[in-house]
C-alpha cells in the first residue's frame, strides 16, 4: 500500500487551525462584551455588564443552533429532496460506504439519494451513529468507482471530523457576535443616556475612547466574524480532504473527483444558500463563481484542493 | 492542616490521571484486537461468495473447467488454513485464482453482460477492497496503539501494566509479485 506523506501533517495543521479560528471567535465575544458593557454601564457597572451580555448573546445565539443541531438530518434531507438508497438496487454505492466504514472503524451512515443530474454529495448528522450521507444520481452516473469512493470517504470524514458539531459551535458564536452588535446599535440609538454617576476627572477621555471602540465594533465585528466564519468552514473543506485521502489511500481518486465536479455545468436544483456549505463543491454556480473564491467563500478554490490531495502521493 | 489536604488533592488528581491513561490504552488495545479479527470477517465472507459465482460462470464456461476448478480447490485451501502464515498463502492463492478467472471472463461476452456476473464481479470486487481496508485499519490501529505506548507519559502506565506493541501487518514479499498457483 503506498505511503501517502504528508497526509498526517496537514490533519494536524488543519484542525489547529479551525481551533485558533473558534478561539478568535471567543476572544471577540469576549471583548464586545468588555467594551460595550463598560461604554454602557461606566467603570461601576462595567464588568457585570459584559458578563450579563455575554450570556445573553450566547444563550439567544444558542437556542436557534439547538434545534438545527438535534433535527439535522431528517429535516436536511427533506429540505434537498433526498430518498433513502435502497440497499438492492443500489448495490455499489452501498460496498462503497461499506468499505469505507471498514478503513474508517465508523458505523454506517444513512444512505440518501437525491434524484438530480448535477453532481454533488454531502453529510449530516452530529455525531457518527446519527449520520447520514446523500448523494446525486448524476455524481454515481459521472464518477468512476474510486472517484466516487473518495468523494464518500470525504463526506464520512465529515462525521469523522464531527464537522457538524464543529460549524454548530462556530454559528452559535458568530450569531452571539451579530445579535450583541444589533442590540446595541438599537440601544445606542433609542437607549437613554449612559450613567453619568463616575465622572472622574479624566474619566471622560476614557469614556470617549470606549465609545468610539464600541461603535467600530458594532460595525466591523459581524463583518469579522462571518469573515471568520468563512475561514474556518474552508479549514473543514481541507481538512476533510486529507481524512477521505488517508480512508481511501488513494488522493488521486478524489482529485479526480473534484475535477469533474467542478468542470461540470448543471446546476443543483435543491440547493440554496442555505445548504450550500454543506456540499462537497458549492453547488451555486453564477457565471463568475469560479473567479469568484475568495474570503468569502465556503469552500476553497478547486484547483488548490485539487494540488493539495496531489501533491499527497 | 492546608497542606494536608493540598497533598491528598494532588494524590487524588493523580490517582485519576493513572486511571484514565491505563482505560486509553485497554480501548486502544481493543480496537487493535477488534480490527484484527475485521480481516477475518472480510476473507470469510469472500469464501461465502465464491460458490455462487462459480455456478454462475460454469455454465457459460464449459471450457474452462480448469480456471473454475482452480479457484474452488484455492478457496477449499483457505477455509482449511491454520495459523497466520499458512493463511496468508491460501488467501494470496485465492486472490490470484480469482483474478485469472475474471481475466478469462473478459473473452465471453455473454457471460460478462449476464446480470448475475455483473452483480457477482461488483461484489468479489468490493470483498477485495474490503480485505484490504481492514489490514489499513488494523495498520492504523496498531501505530495509534503503538504511537500511546510508546509516548510519554503513557509510556510509563505501559511498562508498569505490561501493554505490548503491536506487529504491523506487512504485506509479505511474494504477495508483491503474481503468485504462482500451485497445488
Known sequence: MPEVTGMYELISRNKRNSWLLVIILVLTIVIIAIVFGYWRGGQQFGAQNAITFAIIGILFASTGALVSYFEGASLIMAVSRARPADPDSERQLHNLVEEMTIASGLPKPKLYIIEDSAPNAFACGRNPENSAIAVTRGLMNKLNREELQGVIAHEMSHILSYDILFVTIVTVLVGSIVMLCDVFRWMSIFGGGRRRENRRSGGGQIEAVIAIVALLLMILAPIFAQLIQLAASRQREYLADANGAKMTRNPKGLASALRKISTDTEKLEAANRGTQHLYIVNPLKGKAASNKQSLFSTHPPIEERINRLEEMT | ?183
Not at chain 2, 484486537?33 to 472480510?42: E, F, H, Y
Not at chain 2, 461465502?48 to 479457484?71: F, Q, S, W
Not at chain 2, 485451501?77 to 478467472?101: P, R
Not at chain 2, 501487518?169 to 504462482?180: C, L, M, P, R, S
Request: proline share 2%.
Open chain 2, 1 to 183: 492542616m492546608a497542606p494536608l489536604i493540598i497533598i491528598v488533592v494532588i494524590i487524588a488528581v493523580v490517582a485519576i490521571w493513572i486511571v484514565a491513561m491505563f482505560n486509553s490504552l485497554i480501548r486502544l488495545r481493543n480496537r487493535v484486537k477488534n480490527a484484527w479479527s475485521q480481516i477475518d470477517v472480510q476473507l470469510k465472507r469472500r469464501h461465502d461468495l465464491i460458490p455462487n459465482l462459480v455456478e454462475t460462470a460454469k455454465g457459460y464456461m464449459a471450457h474452462e473447467k480448469d480456471t473454475l476448478e482452480r479457484v474452488v480447490k484455492a478457496r477449499n485451501m483457505a477455509m482449511d488454513a491454520q495459523g497466520v502464515a499458512e493463511t496468508s498463502a491460501a488467501e494470496n492463492m485465492l486472490s490470484q485464482t480469482l483474478k485469472s478467472l475474471f481475466a478469462v471472463v473478459e473473452s465471453y461476452p455473454d457471460l460478462k453482460a449476464n446480470q448475475n456476473m455483473i452483480a457477482l464481479h461488483e461484489e468479489l470486487t468490493s470483498t477485495e477492497n474490503r480485505i484490504a481496508f481492514a489490514r489499513q485499519h488494523y495498520n492504523d490501529c496498531a501505530m495509534t496503539y503503538n504511537n500511546a505506548i510508546q509516548m510519554f507519559p503513557k509510556n510509563i502506565i505501559a511498562g508498569i501494566f505490561h501493554f505490548v506493541a503491536s506487529e504491523f501487518f506487512e504485506a509479505e514479499e511474494e504477495e508483491k509479485e503474481n503468485v504462482e498457483v500451485k497445488f
